[in-house]
């Protein structure tokens, strides 16, 4: 369509300036105001290229939306076979599972430490296998100074599809949070892997109340590309 247009163009300009110029010879007033007769002639060439112009403009928008509509056809595509993974987060028993210990700090101070022992079940809800390449985890007291995320040492072998992997986890923070009231202790977690097209980081927050030990996720489960 858009060849065909372009190879009309050329020919609509030339057949409106002979019709032009054989209307125009035939009045004796148009012979008389020549000027006049060439300033329509102009403005005959001037509506063809603006119509091209127009035209083209619409042409452009509609190759652009067929592009976009292409790249979410692949997109879609490449969801479809990629690896998906969830996590959930619970305690490893039913005994122990919040331990505050007292550290010595020379030469005569105590501080008190609160430990977790969890088990992050991540899961492969795509439909290809993923790599996990590292699960790193952190907590402290919501309020508190954010404390840095520890590596889990452990080989993590593929994760095939539908296939669900346990880390246990041990986390700690320095600190006491309050039986009753506000405080919670805040879990933050980092996955990094990859699946069949590209490297990912998955990025998991807790709340943990201590006043019957309530694991609860903490906003949206948020997942990134990493270029590389």
């Given amino acids: 369509m858009g060849r065909n ?27 008389r105001n020549e000027h006049v007769a060439l300033w329509l002639e102009g403005i005959a060439l001037v509506l063809i290229f603006a119509w091209d112009r127009i035209d083209r403009q619409g042409t452009h928008k509609e190759t652009m939306a067929q592009i976009e509509i292409a790249k979410q056809q692949s997109q879609f595509a490449v969801n479809s076979e990629r690896a998906w993974l969830t996590a959930e987060l619970n305690w490893v028993s039913e005994n122990g599972r919040i331990v505050f210990s007292d550290v010595q700090i020379p030469p005569s101070n105590v501080a008190t430490r609160t430990s977790l022992a969890l088990v992050l079940e991540i899961r492969n809800d795509g439909r290809t296998p993923a790599w996990i390449e590292n699960v790193s985890a952190g907590m402290e007291i919501i309020g508190h100074e954010v404390q840095p995320e520890q590596s889990i040492m452990e080989y993590f072998e593929p994760l095939g599809a539908g296939k669900i992997r346990k880390v246990n986890l041990k986390v700690s923070c320095p600190g006491k949070p309050k039986m009753r009231g506000s405080e919670s202790l805040h879990v933050h977690i980092t996955v990094n892997y990859r699946d069949i097209f590209e490297a990912r980081e998955m990025l998991l927050e807790f709340n943990v109340e201590p006043l019957g030990e309530i694991i609860r996720r903490f906003g949206q489960r948020k997942v990134s590309f990493i270029r590389r």
């Fill in 5 to 31: 247009r372009k190879a009309w163009l050329p020919a609509a300009a030339i057949f409106a300036t002979i019709g032009a110029s054989v209307i125009f010879s035939r009045f004796d007033w148009f012979k």
